[in-house]
């Protein structure tokens, strides 16, 4: 129930944040597995990308970008984004992803959720996409993507009871254990299978 409540009251200020649209299309290169190209171009991620378009500007860091499927679905919309991750196969993939398509303002570091290597407020927005799951310390992983965003914070999880269908998940968290972790969240929607958390700055 608290959940629910929590969720609409969050919503209502947000309605415009849209959950539908065209995925951009991509080829995929040898170095990102047809396992995980099925998965990031089903119908429940290409609803996902969509809504990230809808909420992402400016200047993006992409905290924990994997293998960059979703990062450059952003790069169609960003003025720039950062993709950040701490596995060197990974970024690599990344810079396969976005050199077969053409994407250009997409640049690789390495670095983890812990210690963002960049100065306060050195993004517009800053996303945690399907990381917070994974992670011991969630809080301070958020702290640090707080600091460094001038505008605003998006967070996508698995949604509740979905946490736990895939190796490597760790938390099971509920609407209000992910709001509960920002000083500002403003938009907190369940759309299965996935929740979606956006929390402003200014």
């Known amino acids: ?6 969720a609409e009251g969050l919503r209502r200020r947000y309605r415009r944040y849209r959950f539908g649209g065209p995925s951009r299309v991509l080829k995929r290169p040898v170095s990102v597995s047809e396992k995980v190209w099925r998965i990031e171009t089903n119908e429940n991620h290409a609803m996902r990308h969509a809504w990230l378009k809808s909420v ?12 960059g499927y979703v990062t450059c679905q952003m790069a169609s919309v960003a ?3 950062t993709a950040l991750d701490a596995t060197d196969k990974y970024r690599q993939a990344a810079r396969d992803l ?6 250009t303002n997409i640049s690789f570091v390495d670095g ?11 993004f517009d ?4 996409l399907e990381i917070l799951e994974h992670l ?3 809080a301070k992983a958020v702290g640090e993507a707080w600091r460094v965003a001038r505008r605003r ?7 509740h009871d979905r946490m736990t269908e895939l190796p490597g998940h760790i938390n099971n968290f509920r609407t209000e254990d992910v709001v509960s972790l920002f000083p500002r969240a403003t938009f907190a929607r369940v759309r299965d299978p996935f929740l979606f958390v956006v929390a402003e700055k200014s």
Request: net charge negative; glycine share 10%; aromatic share 4%.
């Open 56 to 67: 992402v500007h400016g200047t993006v860091l992409d905290v924990g970008a994997g293998h």
């Open 79 to 81: 003025e720039h984004v």
């Open 112 to 122: 983890n959720a812990y210690e963002l290597p960049f100065s306060d407020e050195s």
């Open 98 to 103: 976005a050199q077969m398509n053409g994407i």
């Open 153 to 159: 914070v998006v967070v996508t999880v698995p949604a």
């Open 1 to 6: 129930m608290l959940q629910g409540r929590i």
């Open 136 to 138: 011991d310390d969630p």
């Open 125 to 128: 927005t800053v996303a945690l």
